[in-house]
């Protein structure tokens, strides 16, 4: 359960690389229009989905949080809602201390002036550089107003702490892949020609909303025919042909943390035997992935090793003749971290026990009109993996079946 004992576990795994006396200061964001889409970085802080409201982590000796949020304002409260109290904030976030916004710049000149070091959440970027985050420009502000001010980047902190998952994150991540996996059962049970893709797309959008997903991981992949050999094809508006595949790349969320499933399957149910042929060479290579994936391996390690196997495959089925050749049939990596974020933020160092990873190999053909991209969400274990989605089906028999009902 995403608690604030949860959001606590958070702060103090984002603090453990922290100096002594230092602060590390979390912005929720501006609001774009009407729903809010929270800093994921503030969100993981505190749990808290509202804009404009600020968060301090402070360590010095112990470990202690400030939350800040805004007042009540009875216009904002007729249009978008009245916002957050003191009270609730505090029982989603577990931060004691909680002001409001207007105390934001006592605070940090008295950070400044007593000497801590003080941490923003900077993309990777030179805290100089000139295409100025918010965060940016405060630093600027900062250092023309106090020279002396220690202002370094603190993402690293939070890229540590999110690479590992709690169990209640993987329990959000897998609540979100079965509201996807009902959204996938939706679509092969309504595909048929003469659909367009996003008519078909529709279906899984229905679907998802109906289990309680709240948004989507990233907009749906819906790629039909020759669609599917564009690796992030993104119109969705050709019409679904007979003897075509149809490649869906999608994922909903669940509390923001996101699942991220690839599928592909006959528009008519039933694979060629080229068809057949092709997704079989895919999904034993995602299956030498399973069997690989364990702590210690990198993800360019991964793909390696299934480039290797594709050189052996494609020259089997005299697709190509030179190991360089694959590169023309498989062009991505074939995993990435997966969390709050699709491509999730963590630390590039090799896979540790706890890490959530796509396994999501795949082979695009566009002189056989065939696109193919097979994806599962995989635990990181001590002595190997698990993958979380293994409820969706993905064999040519149980698809072939599940797709004649």
Excluded at 381 to 389: A, P, Q
Excluded at 394 to 400: L, N, Q, T
């Amino acid at each position: 359960m995403l608690d604030k004992e949860e959001y606590k576990l958070h702060r103090e795994k984002i603090a453990q690389n922290m100096a002594e006396k230092s602060v590390l200061i979390l912005f929720a964001g501006k609001k774009p229009e009407f729903k809010c889409a929270p800093n994921k970085n503030f969100y993981y802080a505190t749990g808290i989905e509202e804009s404009d409201d600020i968060c301090f982590i402070i360590k010095d000796k112990a470990l202690k949080s400030q939350l800040l949020i805004s007042e009540y304002d009875e216009f904002k409260a007729k249009w978008v809602g009245r916002g957050l109290n003191k009270e609730e904030a505090y029982e989603i976030s577990g931060i004691e201390e909680i002001d409001y916004l207007n105390s934001f710049n006592r605070r940090l000149d008295y950070f400044i002036e007593t000497g801590y070091i003080i941490y923003f959440d900077f993309i990777e970027q030179d805290i100089n550089d000139l295409n100025e985050s918010y965060e940016h420009a405060l630093a600027k502000k900062l250092k023309g107003k106090y020279p002396y001010a220690k202002i370094e980047n603190g993402r690293g902190f939070l890229r540590a702490a999110r690479t590992i998952k709690t169990p209640n994150e993987i329990e959000e991540i897998k609540k979100a892949i079965h509201a996807t996996n009902e959204g996938i059962k939706a679509l092969m049970q309504n595909a048929k020609p003469g659909l367009y893709e996003y008519q078909l797309e529709s279906y899984f959008d229905k679907e998802i909303k109906f289990n309680g997903a709240d948004g989507y991981s990233f907009d749906t992949i819906a790629a039909a025919g020759k669609n599917s050999c564009c690796l992030h094809y993104s119109a969705n508006k050709d019409v679904l042909k007979d003897g075509d595949l149809i490649l869906f790349d999608l994922g909903s969320t669940n509390k923001h943390y996101c699942a991220d499933i690839s599928r592909t399957f006959p528009v008519n149910g039933r694979f060629t035997s080229r068809q057949r042929e092709v997704y079989n060479i895919v999904l034993n290579g995602q299956k030498l992935m399973f069997d690989t994936i364990k702590p210690g391996y990198t993800t360019k390690q991964l793909n390696e090793i299934l480039i290797k196997y594709y050189c052996k495959e494609l020259k089997r089925i005299g697709l190509i003749t030179n190991d360089i050749e694959v590169s023309k049939y498989y062009f991505h990596g074939v995993s990435h971290h997966l969390g709050l974020d699709c491509h999730d933020l963590c630390d590039y160092t090799p896979l540790k026990a706890g890490s959530v990873i796509s396994n999501e190999p795949g082979l695009y053909i566009p002189e056989w009109n065939i696109g193919i991209r097979i994806e599962d969400d995989v635990l990181v274990t001590e002595d190997g993996c698990i993958n979380l989605s293994e409820e969706i089906i993905k064999s040519v028999e149980d698809i072939e079946k599940y797709m004649s009902r």
